[in-house]
């Protein structure tokens, strides 16, 4: 019987999915990893007890029952659905905008009236982009929307992505919503829960399989070439499948451009207290240049009691160096994505899955649902 092999670009959560479905397949998976360890951008790690999420919160949340299934085959999870409060007018209201923040904010008989308002023209507590609101007929409902649109959403994504909400594509502009009901949860999703000890954990028990080798600091590009339609492993042409999960533009030399992306800088705060802040995330639309603060050792099954951690986060723009976190997509940006899309499209066995490949802002479960189809796809060829 012939050995199957793959090679995977990248051990992060899209990479290392695909990468146990193909081993179970009996596959030979090699998996290359540029950073130190494993698990990507969802890494985790325990200081003196603390939990620390290294680049920035990641909140497990989902509809879909086969993504929950698969993920509890490597750990325990323990329900946790996430909460924010924003700092508006020097008061921490919920987001989304909701109808305790309307209360918080408004006077009483103001606030009632403007709930009644809202629960007429919208009766079933939907979650409304504020910028349908903008354009809403009542005159009482607009003023409400450019009130969140001021307060709680333009300054945020200014410093978010460097440039004025109306200078943005219009799929970040549809993905503030204000709730019009009391449900102050950050997620609506049926399923929301945490891994008890950390996406780490997790993830290291996801590639303990005796077909996975995860090679560790390790610069895929030296090993890896991309010659007239075919793949090339330490000088040696390679047909098996490719899972490419990195930037799209680097696999292919940059040749068409850089496609943009948003970095941050992350700045930790060591605490002896218990607790630092009322709920795991706080976010500052108007003040500060750092976005949010976050608390990950509220999301730990058993906080440690006496110290904290708190991780304030300063978005800037993706330079050399930099790591890259969230595509900026545009007219421009999708057309430089789509060349080297097709250049990836003229190699049969290379495959692309996750955020940077994909240049989509997507959910930790999307990236884990299309890393599970893709894999099965494999198999079945």
């Known amino acids: 019987m ?20 193909l081993a179970e397949a009996e596959y030979h998976v090699t998996v290359l990893e540029k950073r130190s360890h494993i698990g990507g951008n969802v890494y985790d790690y325990f200081e003196n007890g603390v939990l620390v999420h290294k680049y920035g919160p990641h909140l497990f949340h989902t509809n879909m029952s086969h993504i929950v299934e698969f993920l509890q085959r490597f750990s325990e999870f323990f329900p946790y659905e996430h909460r924010v409060l924003g700092e508006v007018q020097g008061k921490l209201i919920p987001i989304p905008f909701n109808y305790k923040s309307i209360d918080l904010l408004y006077a009483a008989g103001q606030a009632q009236q403007l ?3 809202l629960s007429k023209a919208y009766p079933c507590g939907e979650s409304v982009a504020v910028m349908e609101l903008r354009g809403h007929k009542d005159p009482q409902v607009r003023a409400l929307a450019e009130f969140v649109y001021q307060n709680v959403f333009y300054g945020y994504t200014k410093k978010q992505w460097g440039k004025p909400p109306q200078e943005l594509d219009g799929s970040v502009m549809g993905r503030v919503p204000v709730r019009m009901s009391y449900d102050d949860r950050y997620f609506t999703d049926e399923f929301q829960m945490m891994p008890s000890l950390g996406y780490t954990a997790m993830l290291e028990r996801m590639a303990d399989h005796e077909n996975i080798a995860v090679r560790y600091e390790c610069d895929a590009f030296l090993y890896l070439k991309l010659q007239e339609g075919q793949v090339y492993l330490d000088g040696e ?3 098996g499948p490719v899972i490419y999960t990195g930037c799209l533009d680097e696999l292919f030399g940059c040749r068409y451009g850089r496609l943009p992306y948003r970095s941050l800088d992350f700045v930790l705060e060591r605490r002896g207290i218990t607790q630092a802040q009322p709920a795991v995330q706080v976010n500052y ?14 999301v730990q099954q058993d906080p440690v009691k006496g110290r904290t951690i708190l991780v304030y986060e300063y978005p800037k723009e993706c330079e050399d160096g930099d790591l890259p976190y969230y595509p900026v997509e545009s007219e421009e940006s999708r057309n430089i994505y789509q060349k080297y899309r097709m250049l990836a499209g003229q190699i049969p066995n290379l495959y692309l899955a996750g955020r940077l490949a994909e240049y989509r802002y997507y959910n930790m479960d999307l990236a884990i649902d299309r890393a599970m189809r893709l894999a099965y796809e494999m198999i079945k060829i």
Do not use: M
């Open 237 to 239: 042409r390679f047909d």
């Open 285 to 298: 639309p108007n003040r500060f240049s750092y976005t949010r603060t976050s608390e990950f050792h509220l």
């Open 115 to 117: 709930k009644e308002v």
């Open 2 to 21: 012939n050995r199957k092999y793959a090679v995977i670009i990248g051990a992060g959560i899209s990479g290392l999915t695909a990468a146990r479905i």
